[in-house]
């Protein structure tokens, strides 16, 4: 059975450059401050969020926060 993406927000210490949006599928780059980046956007499944997160560590970033945002009815 397969679900719908949700939308997850991503918070990481370090800066990640915006022309890694790509690499991390799509979602959106920004920054909470001049040491820390949220990666946000639609992730299809478990297995997607599952894959950025390894991104995340290939690139040695500490892992703050996962958030699943709820949509609005």
Not at 1 to 29: C, N, Q
Request: a negative charge; proline letters at 3%; zero cysteines.
């Amino acid at each position: 059975m397969k679900s719908a993406p949700f939308t997850y927000e991503i918070k990481v210490e370090g800066l990640i450059d915006h022309r890694w949006a790509e690499w991390f599928g799509g979602l959106f780059i920004t920054y909470v401050n001049e040491s820390e980046t949220v990666l946000i956007g639609e992730i299809q499944d478990q297995t997607a969020l599952h894959g950025v997160l390894e991104r995340i560590r290939d690139l040695g970033l500490n892992l703050i926060s996962v958030r699943r945002v709820e949509r609005n009815p």
